[in-house]
């Protein structure tokens, strides 16, 4: 007999609880590849549900490939199935540690693993009712048609929000300088395919975000670091390296810099922007975190009024991953080859999720669920500093808001050695060389300050560190 297995902790519908009872016995081999299912009738008198709902349950296995129908025999389980692999759904503990190490481990690891290395919110804090009034309500709207392709700039209503959020921090945008995007890296993508030949030089702070790497290096730039300070990019590097390398563009994230969590000075953005004038450079400003902020952060684009300095932005990281709606804000002169290279590599953006996303922004509730990131990201952010010192670790500095803090291990360990040792304990970590071009900030950690309330990850950061230290003194003492 199958049982009804729901798949969360939410009660299933009788369609996925046929659909779960099914998947259940083919996982568990207790129905074998070419195995005949029990006929409609006879599952649905089984199960006390109706013909119907075991129709639509095969139809939805066969659309996925999980089971045959044979004309006038029935219904079979499709095989031959590969091999259970539970590595295939766990951690890869072999792949090396390199810039998209963090985000792979994050992504495919299941909920049971730790992951305050990731760079996103846990789910319990999004606007999870927030979405589903949206969903409800472009559903009864039949105003507007969902099914078909955008325009090339992307939805109107959003692109107007989003000019008038820009504005409210100093950005000077109209509409039809705001390009929507599938995504922050989607925008950072066409930028680059705007702006970059094969071996042109890109500035980036060093330590910055890992997929920057990434994705330049997908370009074939050739990547220059700057150091970066608590106040922003060491400005006398910075100066060297402008006159040396003619570098295409400087990329640069302004307010709660990922990894660091520091802020741009008021005095080195204008010193910035009169360095990138004189050389004649372009600046692009990633403001995926602008939200975080209670007090608007130094903006260049808010000096420069988007003459040199294009912004990337999207709502990732306070409504939803699961939308993949992103912008560009730049001049416009420079938005209709933009849109040329959106519409070639990816073609419109989403409309629905441009659509919800607009609904959402615009509900009464969204500042107040801002509000609530913000205090609650502030309490969390003191509660890990705490932990960090007690746990002998040093902040480089105490962020004024934001997600993130970035912290130095003891002398003498590496965080390599200790995000793979925590990985096989349960625990994605961030470790610095990742973020970074140079060795130097091999003993550093990215924290997560929204995902380190949970006791057990210092528990096993600690383990993890008593473990790096023995195998550093084994190496050591080795002839």
């Not at 979405?131 to 692109?159: K, M, V, W």
């Not at 952060?297 to 993949?324: C, H, P």
């Not at 996303?357 to 509730?365: D, R, W, Y």
């Not at 040792?421 to 060389?433: D, E, T």
Request: hydrophobic share 45%; with cysteine; net charge positive.
């Amino acid at each position: 007999m199958l049982d009804l297995l729901p798949e969360s902790g939410r009660k299933p519908t009788r369609t996925a609880a046929v659909i779960a009872a099914i998947r259940a016995r083919i996982d568990g081999r207790a129905l074998a590849p070419g195995a005949r299912l029990p006929s409609v009738r006879g599952l649905a008198a089984t199960m006390s549900v109706s013909k119907s709902t075991v129709v639509e349950a095969y139809d939805r296995l066969l659309a996925e490939g999980a089971i045959a129908a044979r004309r006038g025999s029935g219904f079979y389980v499709a095989g031959p199935t590969r091999p259970l692999s539970l590595a295939a759904i766990g951690p890869q503990l072999d792949r090396a540690v390199d810039p998209l190490w963090v985000m792979r481990q994050s992504l495919q690891s299941g909920p049971d693993v730790l992951k305050p290395g990731s760079g996103w919110l846990p789910e319990s804090w999004m606007p999870d009712l927030a979405i589903q009034r949206g969903l409800r309500s472009l559903a009864r709207d039949r105003s507007e048609n969902y099914t078909q392709y955008d325009a090339p700039l992307g939805f109107a209503p959003l692109r107007q929000l989003i000019a008038l959020r820009c504005g409210e921090r100093g950005v000077p945008a109209n509409p039809d300088q705001i390009l929507l995007t599938n995504s922050a890296s989607h925008a950072l993508d066409l930028v680059c395919r705007f702006l970059l030949e094969p071996g042109d030089a890109v500035l980036i702070d060093d330590p910055c975000y890992f997929n920057f790497h990434a994705l330049l290096r997908a370009h074939r730039a050739r990547l220059i670091g700057v150091p970066h300070t608590p106040e922003g990019p060491d400005i006398e590097a910075l100066a060297r390296v402008l006159r040396d390398e003619k570098p295409r563009f400087y990329l640069t994230i302004a307010g709660f810099h990922n990894p660091t969590g520091a802020t741009l000075s008021p005095v080195l953005a204008h010193r910035v922007l009169k360095l990138a004038e004189t050389h004649d450079v372009i600046i692009v400003e990633d403001e995926v975190f602008v939200e975080f902020e209670r007090e608007p952060a130094t903006r260049l684009a808010s000096f420069d009024g988007l003459d040199r300095v294009i912004q990337v932005g999207s709502f990732t990281k306070t409504v939803s991953a699961a939308f993949r709606s992103g912008f560009v804000a730049a001049k416009r002169e420079w938005i209709e080859p933009l849109i040329d290279l959106k519409l070639a590599s990816s073609g419109s953006a989403g409309r629905l999720s441009a659509a919800l996303l607009h609904h959402v922004l615009i509900e009464g509730g969204y500042r107040r669920h801002i509000d609530q990131l913000r205090t609650k990201l502030a309490d969390s952010m003191g509660l890990c500093l705490r932990r960090l010192r007690a746990a002998g670790l040093a902040p480089w500095l105490e962020p004024r808001g934001g997600m993130f803090v970035w912290a130095a291990l003891p002398e003498g360990l590496d965080a390599a050695d200790v995000a793979r040792i925590a990985l096989k304990k349960g625990a994605v970590f961030a470790p610095g060389n990742v973020f970074s071009l140079a060795r130097g900030p091999h003993r550093y950690l990215r924290f997560n300050v929204a995902r380190c309330a949970p006791p057990r990850v210092f528990a096993v950061l600690e383990e993890a560190m008593g473990e790096a230290a023995h195998l550093d003194a084994n190496d050591r003492s080795a002839p």
